[in-house]
């Protein structure tokens, strides 16, 4: 290879080299810069609790020295909160032993529910009519007996007033086909007529006493039901006392923790997120842009472009080859001119009287 072509590659080597010495010193300090900018990106936005005392109690808040981050959190209630906390859960032990005692006390409810259940289900154990039935029967068995006394007291009557033979009323066969009335004694026509008087007012009522009595089946159901209800709610019922005394220590409780939540939404408020992003956004613009500046190497960006010139005009000669230079002659006299002799190099001409001139 040509000396102007290791010149030139030697050159271009060393700028390159100076140049990504450049590159790599600007991309340390480049992260360097962004590495300390979310530093104090992240300081800016660490929560910062305050501690608070009201007359409920006090928050306590604990940093560790060593990394400056929040590592303990308390509060302690005042001494007359706690008071009042100590007397009612006094009474909340109290409250649960009762409701605790709730089932056996509610229990003979439980019990009536269930007579009244299996009553309600005698009584709709027949249907209406059924009913009806009887009820009509038992009505005329009370009956009976006075009945008999007044067609006795009647027939009596009409046998001595000598009309036992008396017959009147006989009506004639119905258009239908069907047998008119037959004749019989008035008195006892106006007899037998209350009788079936009685017994369709009977009829009604037996039928009346069907509904009621299916009724009062599905009612004694309801009542039953009502009980359960009632055994169920005194037994929940026994346990307000209890949730109301502990509601009670739990309110207390809140009040006393009322410092620690004002202290932190305190804290959170001290968070300059905004600021903190800004200062990291800013961090990172202002590295980048000495990334750039620092990545430039005047030395390695002058050897470079001085072995690319050179390669370039190597270039070119080899493109445009030129007609070589003529041989450049000098004289010059000596102080005591040399015997003649031959140019150790092959060539050479030499003249008398004055010196010699030689051709190279």
């Known amino acids: 290879m040509p000396i102007g072509g290791l010149i030139s590659a030697g050159a271009s080597l060393l700028g390159g080299y100076l140049q990504g ?20 990106a992240a300081e800016e936005s660490r929560f910062r609790p305050v501690g608070i005392t009201t007359r ?11 990394t400056g981050r929040l590592s303990a959190a308390g509060y302690t209630i005042s001494p007359e909160l706690k008071a009042y906390q ?24 439980g019990t009536a529910a269930t007579g009244l259940f299996g009553l309600g289900q005698q009584y709709m154990a027949q249907s209406p009519e059924q009913v009806a039935q009887q009820y009509m029967q038992r009505q005329i068995d009370l009956l009976a007996p006075g009945r008999e006394r007044q067609l006795a007291e009647l027939r009596n009557q009409v046998f001595q007033t000598g009309r036992s033979g008396l017959a009147v009323g006989a009506t004639s066969a119905r258009p239908s086909g069907m047998a008119g009335l037959g004749a019989t004694n008035p008195e006892l026509e106006a007899y037998y007529n209350s009788l079936a008087q009685q017994d369709a007012m009977l009829a009604a009522q037996a039928q009346q006493e069907g509904q009621r009595q299916l009724a009062f089946g599905t009612g004694l159901f309801g009542q039953g039901a009502n009980l359960l209800g009632q055994m169920q709610a005194g037994q ?16 207390l409780e809140s009040l006393g923790l009322q410092p620690l939540e004002l202290g932190a939404n305190l804290g959170g408020r001290n968070v300059n997120t905004a600021g903190a992003n800004a200062l990291l956004q800013g961090g990172l613009g202002a590295a980048q842009s000495m990334q ?44 005591a001119p040399p015997a003649f002799a031959p140019n150790i190099y092959g060539g050479g001409s030499g003249t008398t009287g004055g010196g010699y001139t030689w051709a190279y």
Do not use: C, H
């Open 21 to 40: 010495e450049a590159a790599k010193d600007a991309a340390e300090t480049s992260a360097g810069a962004q590495l300390q900018a979310a530093r104090l």
């Open 236 to 251: 929940v019922g026994a346990l307000t006392p209890f949730t109301s005394y502990l509601g009670g220590v739990s309110s």
């Open 86 to 109: 100590d007397r009612l859960a006094a009474l909340t032990g109290g409250a649960l032993t009762q409701a605790e005692q709730a089932p056996q006390l509610y229990a003979p409810l």
């Open 292 to 335: 750039q500046a620092n990545a430039y190497s005047p030395w390695g960006a002058a050897l470079t472009g001085i072995g690319n010139t050179m390669q370039q005009q190597q270039m070119m000669n080899r493109l445009f080859p030129s007609a070589p230079a003529p041989v450049e002659e000098r004289s010059f006299t000596p102080i």
């Open 56 to 66: 409920f109690g006090t928050s306590q808040f604990t940093m560790d020295p060593k």
